[in-house]
């Protein structure tokens, strides 16, 4: 508890950054393509954002984007290259960091190189908003101390038993490591909406009644075979299809992730909502 509250100070000492962090109990249930996505959709409201690609075993964020990166964060914790060096950009302006897939440098991580890579982040010289972790699936110790130094978590899941099952033992890992930042629950690959929404009720109140923790029920993704064509094109769905059901649920889960109601926010109402967000989401 001491670590994370540390890294979580670290992250919002004299700057306003909310830290989202996107994780799921196992693999396979689209955890990376909603960060992507949703950074993308996040951006186009007004938000300056960057993604860290945190799952260090699979790492594929810059594939998504279609971005080739010559450095990744190995490069940075070998000492090789200065935090800039490795931030690329992807669609709408959306900024991100590589893990590189599978480098052992990641996977063993320490507190303290945690702690000045969250350091370098938040001092970079263009300034950010949000940061989207896209943390690796499961309970693993780097994950965990991903999840614990954010100041918000995504749960994803499927409607599958067994996706649900592996959802609910995550949350219960983050409850027993004493984390008191906002969950959210996002079921996605639905095909059957009503179904769906069953169950993120149903676990919802599961967690509720035996681990004492609210989750807010952040929305529901259809499955859309299209997005497996967008992930092997390397454009984001939100890209390839802009006006599709996929991008406008997407859209939805950032705006309520934002506080924004469905208008079209001009500029300076664009700063108003980030000044609330940010005094409602300190700590």
């Known amino acids: 508890m001491d670590q ?18 996107v994780a799921s109990g196992k693999t396979g249930v689209g955890k990376s393509s ?9 951006s186009r409201l007004g938000a300056r954002v960057l993604v860290l690609d945190a799952d260090f075993g699979l790492a594929d964020v810059d594939a998504m984007l279609g971005v080739t990166t010559r450095y990744d964060l190995s490069h940075f914790l070998r000492g090789e290259r200065k935090i800039n060096d490795i931030i690329q950009f992807g669609h709408e302006g959306v900024r991100f960091i590589s893990g590189g897939s599978g480098v052992s440098e990641l996977l063993n991580m320490s507190e ?13 010289d263009e300034p950010i908003d949000v940061i ?44 027993k490591h004493g984390a008191s930042h906002s969950l959210h629950l996002l079921v996605n690959k639905c095909e059957n909406k009503k179904d ?11 967690c509720g009644k035996h681990l004492g923790k609210n989750i807010n029920l952040l929305g529901l993704i259809s499955y859309n075979h299209n997005v497996t064509k967008a992930i092997k094109h390397q454009v984001p769905i939100v890209v390839s299809e802009p006006s599709g ?17 469905k208008e079209k926010a001009s500029h300076s109402m664009l700063s108003r909502v980030f000044s609330g967000m940010f005094s409602t989401n300190e700590g």
Request: aromatic fraction near 0%; avoid cysteine.
């Open 196 to 206: 769906a929404q069953n169950v993120q009720t149903g676990l919802a109140a599961v």
């Open 112 to 124: 303290a190189q945690l702690s000045e890579l969250l350091t370098k982040i938040v001092n970079v």
């Open 4 to 21: 994370a509250q540390n890294l979580r100070e670290l992250m919002g000492r004299g700057h306003e950054i909310r830290v989202i962090s």
């Open 34 to 42: 909603i960060s992507v996505n949703l950074a993308i959709a996040m």
């Open 132 to 175: 989207i972790m896209d943390a690796g699936a499961g309970v693993g110790n780097i994950t965990m101390q991903m999840l614990l130094a954010s100041s918000e978590t995504i749960v994803v899941t499927t409607s599958e038993p067994t996706s649900v099952l592996d959802a609910y033992a995550l949350v219960k890992t983050i409850v």
């Open 245 to 261: 059901e996929t991008a406008n649920e997407i859209d939805e889960i950032a705006r309520q992730l934002l506080n924004m109601p």
